[in-house]
Every structure is written in structure tokens, then in C-alpha cells.
């Protein structure tokens, strides 16, 4: 009864041990007494107990492998560049991704450093953010042509960081910062020219029609001091008394004027009763005195060359 039992749960090892199942996206590598025998895939299987053995089961995933190398510019720039590798194991090629390579991901590292260490040296430094695709186009290439025959497919290449030392970040910002500084700089002063520019040319319009304004003030004056002449004439008025009166019209109109404004600035004008007969009197003295100038410097002038007639 006893060896029954043992017999019993001898079969039944035997039998659960029989079969095997494989997850999805994964191929289960089966050794027949440490030789290939063949390869799974998912599902439910079956095996010789004792006889065939799981030797691995390969991820059929895509799988991303990070390398960080350190390396060096065509200006002798020092900088750690981050390369992304997405690889997959071929799924006709499940044996040769096994047994070929002991370890992949050391292999494709190894092809990372030799491609990256080949190409950014011939770069200048901007121009390794600018090419950083250019880099991981040609890793993934290399990689390609290398990894296929062992049973990888590389998937892409992707530069997922390029980090400089650290005084070299500084000086860029510092290099940015001033060109930033320069550019604020050059138009902060062309804005500054326009408002120059505008302030003259609104200061210039304003004289002008300052200036219109004026002599259409003094062309009407003009205007209103000849009527004036005129209808005092009409009443027997001589042009002097006329001229006279005129004056000390406006002389009090500017006394007027300059007392009704609180904030002119103060002004000593004459204000007697004879101060307008004086100023006139003064002009007219003045006037005369011109006139007498004139015609004794007239007088003095050389008599014109007589003409020889030959």
C-alpha cells in the first residue's frame, strides 16, 4: 500500500512536471540533456520530465537599455552624454539572441561608447546639441548592422541628455546673459532715437504753426492798427496824436494783461501817465536819428565812374 502511494505521487510529479506554460511576449528556451532542443512560445506545453529543461525564458519586449559616456569636443569641451538604446530580441532568432551572447547589453554599450567617442570629438560643442540626432543616427545604425546577427533588433537611438562640466554651463549662461543684455540694449536705444526723433518732429510742427500763428496775430494787428489810423484820421486826428493814443492803448493792455495772469513772473514796465508819449517820443527820436544816418552815409558815397566813350 505504501509503494502504491509512492507510486501514485511519483506520477503525479511526473505528470505536473510534464507541462509548462510561457507568458505572452515572452519564448521559453527548452535543452534536451544540456543541448538545444527548441523554442516555445506562449501557451501551454509539454516536456519530457527529467529529459528536457528550461534553460531561459527571453523577454520578446522592447527593452531600453541607458549609457552614459563621458567625452570630449572638437574645442575640448568635457561632457557626459546620455544615449537611450530600445532593443528587441527577434522572435525567429530567440536561440542566437541566447546562445550567442553571453551578455547583450554590455555588447551594445560597448558599440555606444566606439560610436559616440568617433563622432562627437569631430563636433564643436554647440553643434553637438544642434546634431544630437546626427549622433543617435548613426549609434543606431552601427548598432543595427552589428546586433542583428546575434539575434537583437535595435528599435531607435535616442540622445536623451548632453550635459556639459559645469563651468562650462556657467560660462554659456554668462555668454547668453550679455548677447540677451546687448540685444535689450540695441533696442532700448532705437526706441529711445524714435521718441527723440518724434519729440523733434512734434517740437518742429509746433514751432511752425507757432509761428503761423504768430504772423497771422501780427498781420490782423497790423490790419486793426491801420483802421484805427484810419477812423482817427476821419475825426481830425493827425497820425501822430493817433499813433499816441494808439501806443498807450496797448501799454495798458499790457499792464492789463500781465496783472490778470497770477502766475506771470514779475515785470518793471513804466507806468506814469507820459510813459507811452515817452516811448513814442524816444521812437521817433530814434527814428529820425536813423534817417539823418542814411542820408549823410548816402551823401559821403564815392560818384559813380565816368564811362570813356573810345
Do not use: C, W
Request: glycine share 4%; no cysteine.
Amino acid at each position: 500500500m505504501e509503494v502504491l502511494g509512492v507510486l501514485v505521487f511519483l506520477g503525479l510529479v511526473i505528470l505536473f512536471t510534464s507541462f509548462f506554460t510561457v507568458k505572452q511576449e515572452t519564448a521559453a528556451i527548452v535543452e534536451r540533456f544540456g543541448k538545444f532542443q527548441s523554442v516555445r512560445q506562449s501557451g501551454l506545453h509539454l516536456k519530457i520530465p527529467f529529459v528536457d529543461q528550461i534553460a531561459k525564458r527571453m523577454n520578446l519586449r522592447i527593452q531600453q537599455l541607458d549609457v552614459m559616456i563621458d567625452t570630449k569636443t572638437l574645442d575640448n569641451v568635457f561632457l557626459k552624454m546620455k544615449v537611450s538604446v530600445q532593443y528587441q530580441v527577434i522572435r525567429n532568432q530567440v536561440g542566437d539572441a541566447y546562445y550567442r551572447l553571453e551578455n547583450p547589453q554590455d555588447q551594445i554599450t560597448s558599440y555606444v561608447f566606439d560610436v559616440v567617442r568617433a563622432e562627437v570629438p569631430k563636433l564643436k560643442l554647440d553643434d553637438v546639441f544642434v546634431k544630437k540626432d546626427d549622433i543617435a543616427i548613426a549609434v543606431k545604425g552601427e548598432l543595427q548592422e552589428a546586433m542583428q546577427s546575434y539575434g537583437y533588433d535595435i528599435i531607435k537611438a535616442l540622445v536623451t541628455d548632453i550635459d556639459p562640466d559645469e563651468q562650462v554651463k556657467h560660462a554659456m549662461n554668462r555668454i547668453n546673459a550679455a548677447e540677451r543684455e546687448k540685444t535689450a540694449a540695441e533696442y532700448e536705444s532705437e526706441a529711445q532715437r524714435i521718441r527723440i526723433v518724434a519729440v523733434a518732429k512734434a517740437e518742429a510742427e509746433s514751432k511752425k504753426l507757432q509761428g503761423q500763428g504768430i504772423a497771422d496775430q501780427r498781420r490782423e494787428i497790423a490790419k486793426g492798427l491801420e483802421e484805427s489810423v484810419r477812423m482817427l484820421n476821419n475825426v481830425n486826428i493827425g497820425s501822430q496824436e493817433a499813433s499816441a493814443l494808439i501806443v498807450v492803448t496797448q501799454h495798458y493792455d499790457t499792464l492789463h494783461s500781465v496783472g490778470a495772469n497770477n502766475r506771470s513772473n514779475l515785470v518793471l514796465l513804466p507806468n506814469s501817465p507820459t510813459a507811452a508819449s515817452n516811448m513814442l517820443n524816444d521812437m521817433m527820436v530814434a527814428m529820425t536819428a536813423a534817417n539823418k544816418l542814411e542820408q549823410a552815409d548816402q551823401g559821403k558815397m564815392p560818384p559813380p565812374p565816368k564811362q570813356h566813350n573810345h
